[in-house]
């Protein structure tokens, strides 16, 4: 979940947050060292919050906007995708073979848009899914059993390719193992592109 991402961005407040922020600190200055019950001062912060006019709330929701500027600034440099581009697909691995549904979806995709030419993406979608649900199990079959030899001939071609990865250093144990001269065939493009920078 989002709370372990080391280096995400703290989320954006609300006017309404920056509101009980100064309550709470006016709070603490009034009575020092007095612990404060939630509920009752949420309720009296909600109270005094409906209460206000709002010109009162103008600086908090300043305040909000302030931070959604902060927010969005670092939410632009932050990306999460990229510690795991290291394990970005090799384009040499084997791809994943597709599912019963979605070898149904490509015979029948073609169909549909040819007797819907107006339909957009998400609608063929849908009609695709409608139309598998009301298959009956032995109507699915063929597509079942199409994928399930797909998936046997894929396990069997990735324990090859990661046969074969294992045997020149190269993509499974790349993660963990710091960089290499000797697998620079098996490197990310991005480290080429590094070595052109330096």
């Given at each position: 979940?989002?709370?372990?991402?080391?280096?995400?961005?703290?989320?954006?407040?609300?006017?309404?947050?920056?509101?009980?922020?100064?309550?709470?600190?006016?709070?603490?200055?009034?009575?020092?060292?007095?612990?404060?019950?939630?509920?009752?001062?949420?309720?009296?912060?909600?109270?005094?919050?409906?209460?206000?006019?709002?010109?009162?709330?103008?600086?908090?929701?300043?305040?909000?906007?302030?931070?959604?500027?902060?927010?969005?600034?670092?939410?632009?440099?932050?990306?999460?995708?990229?510690?795991?581009?290291?394990?970005?697909?090799?384009?040499?691995?084997?791809?994943?073979?597709?599912?019963?549904?979605?070898?149904?979806?490509?015979?029948?995709?073609?169909?549909?848009?040819?007797?819907?030419?107006?339909?957009?993406?998400?609608?063929?979608?849908?009609?695709?899914?409608?139309?598998?649900?009301?298959?009956?199990?032995?109507?699915?079959?063929?597509?079942?059993?199409?994928?399930?030899?797909?998936?046997?001939?894929?396990?069997?071609?990735?324990?090859?390719?990661?046969?074969?990865?294992k045997g020149s250093g190269g993509a499974s144990s790349a993660k963990s193992k710091p960089k290499d001269d000797d697998d620079e065939d098996e490197d990310d493009e991005e480290e080429d592109e590094e070595d052109e920078d330096d």
């Amino acid at each position: 979940m989002a709370k372990g991402e080391p280096g995400k961005p703290k989320g954006k407040s609300s006017a309404y947050a920056y509101f009980v922020k100064t309550c709470r600190e006016e709070h603490n200055k009034k009575n020092p060292g007095v612990t404060v019950n939630f509920s009752e001062f949420s309720k009296k912060c909600s109270e005094r919050w409906k209460t206000m006019s709002p010109k009162e709330k103008t600086k908090f929701e300043d305040l909000a906007k302030q931070d959604k500027v902060r927010y969005d600034q670092e939410m632009m440099s932050y990306n999460p995708g990229k510690k795991s581009r290291k394990q970005m697909k090799d384009p040499n691995a084997p791809r994943r073979p597709q599912s019963g549904f979605f070898l149904f979806c490509a015979e029948q995709r073609p169909n549909i848009k040819a007797q819907n030419p107006s339909l957009g993406i998400g609608d063929v979608a849908k009609r695709l899914g409608e139309m598998w649900n009301n298959l009956s199990d032995s109507e699915k079959q063929p597509f079942q059993s199409k994928a399930n030899k797909l998936k046997d001939k894929y396990q069997k071609d990735m324990a090859d390719y990661k046969g074969k990865a294992k045997g020149s250093g190269g993509a499974s144990s790349a993660k963990s193992k710091p960089k290499d001269d000797d697998d620079e065939d098996e490197d990310d493009e991005e480290e080429d592109e590094e070595d052109e920078d330096d």
